[in-house]
């Protein structure tokens, strides 16, 4: 498998980025990175306390502080919902990335993600709140390398996603 640039995985919460991102990399034999793992490690909070304290602006810094360090040559990387909205992390993305999106439908995603007590931008928000954030999302969503229907297993889905890594 040729792996000169990483692998970013992109979607909306709760699409499985972290769960595909596992399997790819382990049948990849490659690093795996997940974002929201790494901004929790840095910071020495959860990201529900960060939202709390300081809010998703810092949030968001962070996340971008972080990329270049994902996006190593090789790795696999699990990105947060929003992280490819911002230009400039867009750009890095595509300069070192094949990117796939892992596309769920809405209710699908509702359902994975329960109540969403560790989600902060889901909490107590309706479906009608959450179907306004993917809309607003969807535009660079469709701007990926690759889009990946992510509502089957998820050995199925990571089987896809190492094929088009690898092609």
Request: proline content about 5%; overall charge neutral; aromatic content about 4%.
């Amino acid at each position: 498998m040729s792996r000169s640039r990483a692998l970013a995985l992109i979607g909306f919460m709760a699409s499985g980025k972290s769960t595909i991102g596992a399997l790819v990399a382990a049948r990849a034999g490659a690093p795996h990175h997940d974002l929201d793992t790494m901004v929790q490690d840095r910071c020495g909070m959860t990201i529900q306390e960060l939202f709390r304290r300081d809010g998703e602006a810092a949030f968001r810094h962070l996340e971008a502080a972080l990329l270049p360090e994902a996006l190593q040559a090789g790795a696999v990387v699990s990105l947060g919902g929003g992280t490819p909205l911002r230009d400039e992390s867009w750009r890095l993305i595509r300069e070192r990335a094949v990117s796939v999106w892992l596309d769920v439908p809405l209710p699908e995603m509702m359902a994975r993600a329960g109540q969403g007590t560790d989600r902060p931008l889901l909490g107590a928000r309706g479906e009608g709140h959450l179907r306004a954030l993917l809309e607003a999302r969807l535009p660079r969503y469709r701007e990926a390398d690759h889009r990946v229907d992510a509502f089957r297993p998820p050995e199925v889905v990571a089987e896809e996603v190492c094929r088009l890594w690898s092609g």
